[in-house]
T-cell receptor, first 114, second 113 residues
Framework: KQEVTQIPAALSVPEGENLVLNCSFTDSAIYNLQWFRQDPGKGLTSLLLIQSSQREQTSGRLNASLDKSSGRSTLYIAASQPGDSATYLCAVLPEWGTASKLTFGTGTRLQVTL | ETGVTQSPTHLIKTRGQQVTLRCSSQSGHNTVSWYQQALGQGPQFIFQYYREEENGRGNFPPRFSGLQFPNYSSELNVNALELDDSALYLC????????????FGSGTRLTVV
């Protein structure tokens, strides 16, 4: 059974700081890994998608890496801003041939202070 | 990427009642999944539909059921509501076989009293 863990559970940083969010998964047989952002009481916004054959993806100030063999992914946020305050979730999709459900971590709640 | 719409946004029901939540997926997205998210937790997989048939189910009882329609819309039905069913319900869709990830709707907040 796939299990996804995110560390830390919560993080508070001053504006402008660079930060790293961590995601680990127990079963390396994944098709892809997706990072999401969730504002309080809202739905999920996809930030980055990394296919299992890729090592990293970048979008603006965000960079996500994937080490499939070790079961780890990181989300790097450069020059953090108060608008980045949200919960960040990672989710893995298993390889084809199995039930293609996303397994989520419990998220990292980020607060960027002025 | 936009295109997944859920209704209603908020709903209050009494224990024992039945509820139907609706989702309109992006055109061409033939796979739709439903997730339940309790406060402070990650979303939990309820079930998935592909071309109008259920092809995967999580650890949820049979009183959770669904439908997918040819026009890329879908429903989540919950019978005999319990207090623990209070949660944010999320619909997600994708095109099976594509390299794109899931697109999520903004969710329906269900409160059971």
């Amino acid at each position: 059974k796939q299990e996804v863990t995110q560390i830390p559970a919560a993080l508070s940083v001053p504006e402008g700081e660079n930060l790293v969010l961590n995601c680990s998964f127990t079963d390396s047989a994944i098709y892809n890994l997706q990072w999401f952002r969730q504002d309080p009481g809202k739905g999920l916004t996809s930030l980055l998608l990394i296919q299992s054959s890729q090592r990293e993806q970048t979008s603006g100030r965000l960079n996500a890496s994937l080490d499939k063999s070790s079961g780890r992914s990181t989300l790097y946020i450069a020059a953090s801003q108060p608008g980045d305050s949200a919960t960040y979730l990672c989710a893995v999709l298993p390889e084809w041939g199995t039930a293609s459900k996303l397994t989520f971590g419990t998220g990292t709640r980020l607060q960027v202070t002025l | 990427e936009t295109g997944v719409t859920q209704s209603p946004t908020h709903l209050i029901k009494t224990r024992g009642q039945q509820v139907t939540l609706r989702c309109s997926s992006q055109s061409g997205h033939n796979t739709v999944s439903w997730y339940q998210q309790a406060l402070g937790q990650g979303p939990q997989f309820i079930f998935q539909y592909y071309r109008e048939e259920e092809n995967g189910r999580g650890n949820f009882p049979p009183r959770f059921s669904g439908l997918q329609f040819p026009n890329y819309s879908s429903e989540l039905n919950v019978n005999a509501l319990e207090l623990d069913d209070s949660a944010l319900y999320l619909c997600a869709s994708r095109h099976h076989g594509s390299d794109y990830g899931y697109t999520f709707g903004s969710g329906t907040r269900l409160t059971v009293v």
